[in-house]
C-alpha cells in the first residue's frame, strides 16, 4: 500500500498567502516521491473544488498555529501590580491548555478520517510550541500504533530578540520555552517526533534551549515563480515592488522617503515605477499625498497599487513581472526570520533591496562578495592603499575611526580586510565613510552593514565617491552589540569606474538609504538583471520541495541522544541515552 504524506496546516483557511502556497509546493513533491498526499486545514477552508483531485483533503482544525511566549522579564512595583501579573500569567496558562486540548482533539477527529499506517509521515507545517503540546497530549492517549509514524513540525517564530550575542540575557525566555519542550517531549518518549526550522539561524535558537536536534529546512519557491518573462530594454520603466502583507515590521512608513528621492531623476519622468501591494488605506493615502505635494510627473504613473491578498498564479505573474524588489523591513524582526517573498524574487531572477545584518542580507552575501572579488581580481586601481600584513583594529560599539587619502578622479573605493574575532554568529560591524573636500567639509556620508560570512579572510565592501572627495574617515562599531570586534589586513583600492555596489542586490545599514540604493540598481540595471537572472537557477535549486520531502523521509527521530557537539556548543551536559529515552 502506499505510504500516505500527511501536511497540516491549520492557519491555512484560502487559497491566498502563503500557506497555500507551501502546500502546493510539498505536497505535489510528496507524490513525485511515491506517497499518497493529504491536506488538513483550519476548517473555514471553503475552496476544495480548487484542490488537485488526487489529494484527500480534510478542513478540520478550529484554531489556526498560535504562539503565546509572553515572559515577564521585569519587576512589577507594587501589590497592585503583583496581582496583575500573577492573574494575567494564570490565564495566558489556562490559554494555552485550551488551544492545545483543541489541537489534540482535533488531530485525533482528523486521524479517524485518515488511516496512518507504519512509514507514514505527518508533516506540521506552521507548527508553534502550543501544537507541540496538542500533539504530545493526543500521541499519550493514543493506540500505540502511532509510535510507527513520523511526526515532524516546522517552527517559524523567533524565541528571542535580537541576535545571538543577545541570547544569554534572556534566561526566563529560554526556560519558558525549555520547559514546554521538555514536558511536551517527556509525554512521547517512544515516537517518531522530528523537529525543525525555517532558517540558520531560527534552527540556533531552538538547538540552545538544549532539549533535542532541530534541523533547517529549506522553505520551497513554487514552480510558476520560475517561469521565463519577456526580455526588457533599457528603455522600458523599471517597477519596484514592495509585495506581501503590509504588516508593520516591514518599514513601509519609509516609503513616502524613497518616492521623494527618486521623484525627480526617475519616478518623474517615467523611468522607474513603484509597485505597492496593500489593502492599508492608510499607506495608500501617505503615498498619494506624497505624490501630490511632489508635483506634475509623466504619463506613467509613478505608483500603482496592486491587490493584497491574490491568487497564486496572479501574484506569481506580479513578482515575474517586477525588476527590483523592495523590502524595507525590520533587520531585528527578520535577523532568524524566512521571508518567502525574497526567495520569490531571487527564484525569479528580481535583484533585491534589503536590510542588512539578517536572515534576508545572508541570502545575497555571497554572490555581491563574488562580484567585489572580481572587481578586486580584474579592475585597474588609480591608487591602493594598506597590504596584507596591516596591522589590527578593535572596536566595541564605541565607535574608531581610520583616515586615508583620495585620488583625484576616483569614483569607487573597494575596502577588503580580514575579520578575526567573533567567529560566532550575529555580530555585524558598522562601518561608515565620511567624504571631505579640500577644505575639510563634509560632502557625503554613507554606512554598510558587514559581517564575516562564509570567507572571514577576505571581506569585502564598496563605498561609492563623491567627485569632490579629497579624503575619508572610516567610522567603525560593533553595529548592535557592545561586544568587541578584531579586524586586520585592510586594503583600500580606489577606482575611476562608478561600480556597482552588488550584484543580485545591495544591503542598506538603516532603511534611509534605500533611495540611494535604488539609484545605484538603476544606474546599474542591465548589470543587476544579468546576475540576479543568472542566479536564480542556483537559489530555485536549493529552495525547492524535493528538497524538503527529500530531507523529511531521510529524517532522524529526536528519540536520538543530544549530541557531545551540541551539549558543547551551549555549555550543557551531554545527555545519556537513558536520559534520552525517558523525555
Given at each position: ?297 509623466s504619463a506613467t504613473p509613478p505608483i500603482v497599487y496592486a491587490p493584497f491578498p491574490l491568487d497564486l498564479e496572479r501574484y506569481a505573474e506580479l513578482v515575474r513581472s517586477s525588476d527590483i524588489g523592495l523590502l524595507l523591513y525590520d533587520s531585528t524582526r527578520y535577523y532568524a526570520r524566512c521571508s518567502g517573498v525574497l526567495l520569490e524574487m531571487l527564484s525569479a531572477g528580481v535583484p533585491v533591496i534589503v536590510p542588512g545584518g539578517c536572515w534576508l542580507s545572508e541570502q545575497i552575501h555571497e554572490e555581491n562578495q563574488r562580484h567585489l572579488r572580481d572587481i578586486a581580481a580584474h579592475g585597474t586601481p588609480l591608487k591602493q592603499i594598506g597590504n596584507a600584513a596591516g596591522a589590527a583594529i578593535s572596536f566595541t560599539d564605541v565607535e574608531q575611526s581610520t583616515e586615508l587619502d583620495l585620488a583625484d578622479g576616483a569614483r569607487s573605493l573597494l575596502l577588503r580586510l580580514r575579520w578575526l574575532e567573533p567567529t560566532t554568529h550575529g555580530t555585524y560591524a558598522h562601518v561608515e565613510l565620511e567624504q571631505l573636500d579640500a577644505q575639510g567639509a563634509q560632502v557625503m556620508t ?138
Amino acid at each position: 500500500m502506499t505510504r500516505k504524506f500527511v501536511l497540516i496546516d491549520h492557519s491555512m483557511r484560502d487559497l491566498g498567502g502563503h500557506y497555500y502556497t507551501y502546500a502546493s509546493c510539498v505536497l505535489p513533491a510528496a507524490e513525485r516521491a511515491g506517497l499518497q498526499p493529504v491536506l488538513a486545514m483550519h476548517r473555514e477552508f471553503r475552496d476544495l473544488p480548487a484542490l488537485p483531485p488526487s489529494w484527500q483533503s480534510h478542513p478540520i482544525f478550529r484554531n489556526k498555529s498560535y504562539s503565546q511566549r509572553y515572559i515577564e522579564t521585569g519587576s512589577v512595583n507594587g501589590a497592585l501590580g503583583g496581582w496583575w501579573s500573577r492573574t494575567r500569567s494564570k490565564w495566558r496558562a489556562r490559554e494555552r491548555q485550551r488551544l492545545a486540548e483543541s489541537f489534540a482533539e482535533d488531530c485525533a477527529t482528523l486521524l479517524t478520517k485518515v488511516a496512518l499506517e507504519e512509514g507514514d509521515h505527518v508533516f506540521f507545517a506552521s507548527a508553534s510550541e502550543i501544537d507541540l503540546e496538542g500533539l504530545a497530549m493526543f500521541l499519550q492517549g493514543a493506540s500505540a500504533e502511532y509510535r510507527r509514524i513520523h511526526w515532524h513540525l516546522q517552527f517559524h517564530l523567533g524565541i528571542f530578540e535580537g541576535r545571538d550575542p543577545d541570547y544569554a540575557e534572556q534566561r526566563p525566555r529560554r526556560e519558558f520555552m525549555r520547559e514546554i519542550f521538555l514536558h511536551a517531549l517527556a509525554r512521547v518518549p517512544e515516537h517518531h517526533i522530528h523537529l525543525y526550522c525555517t532558517t540558520r539561524e531560527l534552527t540556533a535558537q531552538y538547538e540552545y534551549l538544549g532539549v533535542a536536534p532541530f534541523y533547517t529546512l529549506p522553505y520551497p519557491v513554487h514552480p510558476l515563480f520560475l517561469l521565463p518573462t519577456a526580455p526588457k530594454t533599457s528603455s522600458d520603466h523599471v517597477r519596484i515592488a514592495c509585495l506581501g502583507h503590509s504588516r508593520r515590521e516591514k518599514g513601509y512608513r519609509e516609503l513616502p522617503i524613497v518616492v521623494r528621492r527618486l521623484w525627480n531623476e526617475y519616478l518623474s519622468k517615467g523611468r522607474a515605477q513603484l509597485v505597492m501591494q496593500t489593502r492599508r488605506r492608510d499607506l495608500m493615502r501617505a503615498l498619494d499625498s506624497t505624490v501630490a505635494d511632489l508635483g506634475p510627473h509623466s504619463a506613467t504613473p509613478p505608483i500603482v497599487y496592486a491587490p493584497f491578498p491574490l491568487d497564486l498564479e496572479r501574484y506569481a505573474e506580479l513578482v515575474r513581472s517586477s525588476d527590483i524588489g523592495l523590502l524595507l523591513y525590520d533587520s531585528t524582526r527578520y535577523y532568524a526570520r524566512c521571508s518567502g517573498v525574497l526567495l520569490e524574487m531571487l527564484s525569479a531572477g528580481v535583484p533585491v533591496i534589503v536590510p542588512g545584518g539578517c536572515w534576508l542580507s545572508e541570502q545575497i552575501h555571497e554572490e555581491n562578495q563574488r562580484h567585489l572579488r572580481d572587481i578586486a581580481a580584474h579592475g585597474t586601481p588609480l591608487k591602493q592603499i594598506g597590504n596584507a600584513a596591516g596591522a589590527a583594529i578593535s572596536f566595541t560599539d564605541v565607535e574608531q575611526s581610520t583616515e586615508l587619502d583620495l585620488a583625484d578622479g576616483a569614483r569607487s573605493l573597494l575596502l577588503r580586510l580580514r575579520w578575526l574575532e567573533p567567529t560566532t554568529h550575529g555580530t555585524y560591524a558598522h562601518v561608515e565613510l565620511e567624504q571631505l573636500d579640500a577644505q575639510g567639509a563634509q560632502v557625503m556620508t554613507f554606512a554598510a552593514i558587514i559581517g564575516p560570512g562564509s570567507d572571514p579572510s577576505a571581506v569585502y565592501l564598496l563605498f561609492h565617491l563623491h567627485e569632490n572627495a579629497r579624503r575619508a574617515r572610516l567610522k567603525w562599531r560593533n553595529a548592535w552589540d557592545d561586544g568587541p570586534i578584531t579586524v586586520d589586513s585592510l586594503e583600500y583600492r580606489l577606482y575611476a569606474e562608478h561600480y556597482p555596489a552588488g550584484s543580485v542586490g545591495l544591503t542598506a545599514a538603516n532603511m534611509d538609504q534605500s533611495g540611494e540604493l535604488l539609484g545605484d540598481v538603476l544606474m546599474h540595471m542591465d548589470h543587476y538583471r544579468r546576475r540576479s537572472g543568472a542566479f536564480a537557477g542556483r537559489c530555485a535549486e536549493y529552495f525547492n520541495a524535493d528538497q524538503i520531502v527529500a530531507q523529511l523521509l531521510g529524517a532522524r527521530s529526536t528519540a536520538q541522544p543530544l549530541s557531545q557537539s551540541l551539549a558543547s556548543r551551549f555549555d550543557l551536559p551531554a545527555q545519556t541515552n537513558a536520559q534520552s529515552n525517558a523525555r
